[in-house]
C-alpha cells in the first residue's frame, strides 16, 4: 500500500530524494512519518508530516539536512536528503499513522501502514 524509492549510493555530500507512493487506498488524512534502520539498530524517527503538510518534524541528527513534503494529489511523500552523511547509511521506510494526523508519532510503534523500505548507502 505504500511504496518507497529513490534510494541508492552517493558520495558523502551528496543528496537523494527518496518517494514513497500509496496505492489501493488513500493516505491523506493520516500523517506520513519517515524512519531509517541501520543493520543491527532499531528502526528510527527521521521525519514526519501532518496530513495537510503544514506541520513537519525532525530527528536532531537531520534538522537542516532533510526536508520532509507531501502532495496529496499525487497521494505521494518525498524525503529530500541534502549533505548527506555516511552514518545516514540504512534502509529508509516511508509509514503512515492514522490516529495522530497532526504531526505522526516518533516512535515505529506508533504507525500503523509500512512501505517495504528503500536502501540509502553513504560513501565516505
Known amino acids: 500500500q505504500l511504496v518507497a524509492s529513490g534510494g541508492g549510493l552517493v558520495q558523502a555530500g551528496g543528496s537523494l530524494r527518496l518517494s514513497c507512493a500509496a496505492s489501493g487506498r488513500t493516505f491523506s488524512s493520516n500523517a506520513i512519518g519517515w524512519f531509517a534502520q541501520a543493520p543491527g539498530k532499531e528502526r528510527e524517527f527521521v521525519a514526519s508530516i501532518s496530513w495537510n503538510g503544514e506541520t513537519t518534524a525532525y530527528a536532531a541528527s537531520v534538522k537542516g539536512r532533510f526536508t520532509i513534503s507531501r502532495d496529496n494529489a499525487k497521494n505521494t511523500a518525498w524525503l529530500q536528503m541534502n549533505s548527506l552523511k555516511p552514518e545516514d547509511t540504512a534502509v529508509y521506510y516511508c509509514?503512515?499513522?492514522?490516529?495522530?494526523?497532526?504531526?505522526?508519532?516518533?516512535?515505529?510503534?506508533?504507525?500503523?501502514?509500512w512501505g517495504q523500505g528503500t536502501q540509502v548507502t553513504v560513501s565516505s
Open positions: 509509514a503512515a499513522d492514522p490516529y495522530k494526523p497532526d504531526l505522526g508519532g516518533y516512535s515505529f510503534l506508533d504507525y500503523t501502514f
